[in-house]
């Protein structure tokens, strides 16, 4: 089960934290990442971690959002800084049960999802 939490309304130029409990998914043997998908909008990609610890973010987000995971916890988190009204969407945690390529994460290549958690900059 996948939940995320820490959606919510902050301005452009604030920063933003999500978090997702992935309970039950392994960091070894899962590849977790983060989408968006904007009204109107296909979902996308944002961030990922391999199952080597490997984490890569998307070339529209990198430098600005940054992806982590807590191994004890079983946690996944998403920084976002420098928030712009186009990041807004609703943002989804994902699992892969197996390795994912981080450069080009594809909706279908996941099979486990959260409810999502709405980010909205105003």
């Known amino acids: 089960q996948l939940v995320e939490s820490g959606g919510k309304t902050v301005q452009t130029g604030g920063s933003l934290r999500l978090s997702c409990q992935a309970s039950g998914y392994h960091h070894s043997a899962y590849c977790l990442a983060w989408f968006r998908q904007a009204p109107g909008k296909a979902r996308e990609g944002v961030a990922g971690?391999?199952?080597?610890?490997?984490?890569a973010a998307a070339d529209s987000v990198k430098g600005q959002f940054t992806i982590s995971q807590d191994n004890v916890n079983n946690m996944l988190y998403l920084q976002m800084n420098s928030l712009k009204p186009e990041d807004t969407a609703m943002y989804y945690c994902?699992?892969?049960?197996?390795?994912?390529?981080?450069?080009?994460?594809?909706?279908?290549?996941?099979?486990?999802w959260g409810q999502g958690t709405q980010v909205t900059v105003s």
């Open positions: 971690i391999g199952t080597n610890g490997v984490a």
């Open positions: 994902a699992a892969r049960g197996s390795n994912c390529n981080l450069q080009g994460l594809r909706e279908a290549d996941f099979g486990t």
